[in-house]
Every structure is written in structure tokens, then in C-alpha cells.
């Protein structure tokens, strides 16, 4: 059984940073590509950064240049390091897991990010 666990998330300033982490355990055939969403309240959840074995890294435009996505491949875990945050970066980031074909999707159970003065 595959399992996502997020952690990291919580209260911080505009313009400061935070780490999130992504444990996970299970089908190793399930980790191809790893990444991370977000939803806010109100909004469709979204991309946010998303990085495959095969060495391709997307990133949602909005986050360009402040967030990167960073994977331990060996120990299948993966991280978002954000920077530079900003109010309109308040959500629920969620862990994302895939295997290479897109069959096997898996999601963790959300941390929260507020980024509030």
C-alpha cells in the first residue's frame, strides 16, 4: 500500500520560507514522477512543481523562480523548498505521486501553508 506523508507546513511571513517533506512507502513503481499541489479555499487544486525519474522538472509559472522541487530518489522522498512567499501562496499543499504509464496516482493528506503578517 502506497502511503504519502507530508510535513513542514504552518504559519509564515510574506517574504519568508518554508521547507515541506514528503515521506512515502510503498511500490517504488508508484514514484516515477513526484511533486506537489495546492488548493486554496475557493479555488481548484493546481499544480505547483512536479519532477520525474526521467529528469524532466515543470513548475506553475507563479512559482518560478521562488519554489524548487528536489527529490532523494534512493529513499523516494521529495521536498519543496519555497522562498520568498507570498499571501496569495496561502493553501493546502499536497504530496502527488505517479507512476511513469499514469496509472498509479497517490496524494497525501495535505499540510497547510499560511503566509500571513
Known amino acids: 500500500q502506497v502511503q504519502l506523508v507530508e510535513s513542514g507546513g504552518g504559519l509564515v511571513q510574506p517574504g519568508g520560507s518554508l521547507r515541506l517533506s514528503c515521506a512515502t512507502s510503498g511500490s517504488i513503481f508508484s514514484f516515477y514522477v513526484m511533486g506537489w499541489y495546492r488548493q486554496a479555499p475557493g479555488k481548484q487544486r493546481e499544480l505547483v512543481a512536479l519532477?520525474?525519474?526521467?529528469?524532466?522538472?515543470n513548475y506553475a509559472d507563479s512559482v518560478k523562480d521562488r519554489f524548487t522541487i528536489s527529490r532523494d530518489s534512493a529513499k523516494n522522498t521529495v521536498h519543496l523548498q519555497m522562498s520568498s512567499l507570498k499571501p496569495e501562496d496561502t493553501a493546502v499543499y499536497y504530496c502527488?505521486?505517479?507512476?511513469?504509464?499514469?496509472?498509479?496516482?497517490?496524494w497525501g493528506q495535505g499540510t497547510q501553508v499560511t503566509v500571513s503578517s
Open positions: 519532477n520525474s525519474l526521467g529528469g524532466t522538472t
Open positions: 502527488n505521486s505517479n507512476s511513469r504509464y499514469g496509472n498509479l496516482q497517490h
